[in-house]
């Protein structure tokens, strides 16, 4: 499985951005899609997550209600739109992948990773 994360940029505090996550490659209809951040010398850090099967997506404290988390299954494509953003959201963002349906939240379960987009945002 591969992915391919597009979209970061720099943004203004209180602005907007969508992030992309295209998958290429075998997703069976069970795996979870997940968006990680992190910060230079900080662990990599859950964002949210949501089961390709359906159900209800997961959110980090520190962004629910700011961010959403969607599919479209038949582009293969996991995104994460972002709004009302602070300066404390910049952070390289990474799209994952895993086939484990428990601890969507931990990092450690996952198998597949994009490149990382960068976000900043400017106060």
């Known amino acids: 499985v591969q992915l391919q994360a597009s979209g970061g940029g720099l943004v203004q505090a209180g602005g907007s951005l969508g992030l992309s996550c295209a998958a290429s490659?075998?997703?069976?209809?069970?795996?979870?899609m997940g968006w990680f951040r992190q910060v230079p010398g900080k662990e990599r850090e859950f964002v949210a997550a949501v089961r390709r099967s359906g159900g209800s997506p997961y959110y980090a404290d520190s962004v629910k209600g700011r961010f959403t988390i969607s599919l479209d299954n038949a582009k293969n494509t996991v995104y994460l739109q972002m709004n009302s953003l602070k300066p404390e959201d910049t952070a390289v963002y990474y799209c994952?992948?895993?086939?484990?349906?428990?601890?969507?939240?931990?990092?450690?379960?996952?198998?597949?990773w994009g490149q990382g987009t960068l976000v900043t945002v400017s106060s």
């Open positions: 490659g075998r997703t069976h209809s069970s795996y979870v």
């Open positions: 994952a992948a895993t086939p484990q349906v428990l601890q969507v939240t931990n990092s450690r379960v996952y198998h597949y």
